[in-house]
């Protein structure tokens, strides 16, 4: 069955540092790809999307293509900020279902 | 603009009890879910509702029930809480169902432990 597949955490990094959270998915057809985030105490709310091929979402600074050739859509971002502390989750919409990453945990030092 | 709402968000229960999570939104979408997040496991759908009046299984539904009570709202039932239900659980809606663009917008969540 479908399935997203997500660089395990935690991830520390000092401010300003380039970001990136690998994720990789297993899907039939062609799904729409998805990065949420969530913030400490709050529910996930989206941070960005694409829905076909060589489409770039981007959000925040932060941006990820969707590769269908590597069944990726990795997330990055050139500069975080002690902000961007939360947990990333990569995600996928298929036809029947929505598929969730088991998420990254970032931590952004000042 | 409240969004989702769910309550509580914390909650301790002894084994045997039964206790019922509340979510309702306020952005008249039509599809709502409930989802329970546990370390190193993701989110994993436990029910979803198409719309009004219905109500399916998702990924893991043993122990739980669930009411579409009106197209805001849409509660989950424990009605014998094991320890294996201590999660967060999160509430959520979409306008539509399984829809491949669709943005689900979730509640902050319920803490539950169950001793």
């Known amino acids: 069955g479908d399935s997203v597949t997500q660089m395990e955490g935690p991830v520390t990094l000092s401010e300003e540092a380039f970001l990136t959270i690998n994720c990789t998915y297993t899907?039939?057809?062609?799904?729409?790809l998805f990065w949420y985030v969530q913030y400490p105490g709050e529910g996930l709310q989206l941070l960005l999307k694409?829905?076909?091929?060589?489409d770039k979402g981007s959000n925040k600074g932060f941006e990820a293509t969707y590769r269908k050739e590597t069944t990726s859509f990795h997330l990055e971002k050139g500069s975080v900020q002690v902000s961007d502390s939360a947990v990333y989750f990569c995600?996928?919409?298929?036809?029947?279902?929505?598929?969730f990453g088991t998420g990254t945990s970032l931590t952004v030092i000042p | 603009n409240a969004g989702v709402t769910q309550t509580p968000k914390f909650q301790v229960l002894k084994t045997g009890q039964s206790m019922t999570l509340q979510c309702a939104q306020d952005?008249?979408?039509?599809?709502m879910y409930w989802y329970r997040q546990d370390p190193g496991m993701g989110l994993r759908l436990i029910y979803y509702?198409?719309?009004?009046?219905?109500?399916d299984k998702g990924e893991v539904p043993n122990g739980y029930n669930v009411s579409r009570l009106n197209k805001r709202e849409f509660s989950l039932r424990l009605e014998s809480a094991a320890p294996s239900q201590t999660s967060v659980y999160f509430c959520?809606?979409?306008?539509?169902?399984?829809?491949?663009?669709?943005?689900?917008?979730f509640g902050s969540g319920t803490q539950l432990s169950v001793l």
């Open positions: 959520a809606s979409s306008e539509r169902l399984w829809a491949k663009n669709e943005k689900l917008f």
């Open positions: 899907a039939t057809g062609y799904p729409s």
């Open positions: 509702s198409a719309s009004e009046g219905t109500t």
């Open positions: 995600a996928l919409s298929n036809l029947n279902q929505f598929y």
């Open positions: 694409a829905t076909k091929a060589d």
């Open positions: 952005m008249n979408h039509n599809s």
